[in-house]
């Protein structure tokens, strides 16, 4: 996890402040990445130049959480 993480934050420095990575979610089988991004093909590229597979994308719409409930 160490080397994916180090590997992604230089992506990332070299790409600049027009992508930002939240934090990743890590099953068995998979991670799900999330990325403060301008558009798909930003979240592609720093896939492509870090050896990442982004099998899929979506654009997250909406945000909730327990305070939604209040």
């Known amino acids: 996890m160490q080397a994916i993480s180090q590997k992604s934050c230089g992506v ?3 790409m600049g ?3 930002q ?3 990743s979610y890590v ?3 998979k991670l799900y990445c999330g990325y403060i991004a301008p558009d798909e093909q930003t979240v592609r590229t ?3 130049q870090g050896g990442f597979p982004a099998d899929s994308t979506s ?3 909406s945000i909730i ?3 939604t409930a209040v």
């Open 65 to 67: 959480d327990p305070t």
């Open 21 to 23: 990575w939240v934090q």
């Open 59 to 61: 654009e997250v719409r």
């Open 12 to 14: 990332l420095t070299e």
């Open 27 to 29: 099953p068995d089988d």
């Open 46 to 48: 720093h896939a492509e």
């Open 17 to 19: 402040p027009q992508i």
